[in-house]
Nanobody, 125 residues
Framework: QVQLVESGGRLVQAGGSLRLSCVASGRTFSTYAMGWFRQTPGKEREFVAT????????YYADSVKGRFTISRDNAKKTVSLQMNSLKPEDTAVYYCAARTGSRLSSRKLPEYDLWGQGTQVTVSS
């Protein structure tokens, strides 16, 4: 059974940078579109970034565009989220997710069927 495990979340000061990683088990990671989402208490999980199976067709939420970069290494079964110029409003639990039935990137949360457990990012002002 394929699993996703995120890491890299921690406390960081505003203006700082973090790199989140998500490692997949299983043999078919390279065929999955991948995404990052985030959630704060009392709010719905929201889209952050996505890319298709070969690293193309990347899309970002307007709130992170120009600051965050999604990337993947299919040989290492890893998808990453480089986060620069962090703001207190970026504080959230960050989740990686996979579309196991599609190679195409998507901003839509319901189209993802495999999720990691999340990693906490806290940005202090």
């Amino acid at each position: 059974q394929v699993q996703l495990v995120e890491s890299g979340g921690r406390l960081v000061q505003a203006g700082g940078s973090l790199r989140l990683s998500c490692v997949a088990s299983g043999r078919t990671f390279s065929t999955y579109a991948m995404g990052w989402f985030r959630q704060t208490p009392g709010k719905e999980r929201e889209f952050v970034a996505t890319m298709n199976w070969n690293g193309g067709n990347t899309y970002y939420a307007d709130s992170v565009k120009g600051r965050f970069t999604i990337s993947r290494d299919n040989a290492k079964k890893t998808v990453s989220l480089q986060m620069n110029s962090l703001k207190p409003e970026d504080t959230a639990v960050y989740y990686c997710a996979a579309r196991t039935g599609s190679r195409l990137s998507s901003r839509k949360l319901p189209e993802y069927d495999l999720w990691g457990q999340g990693t906490q990012v806290t940005v202090s002002s």
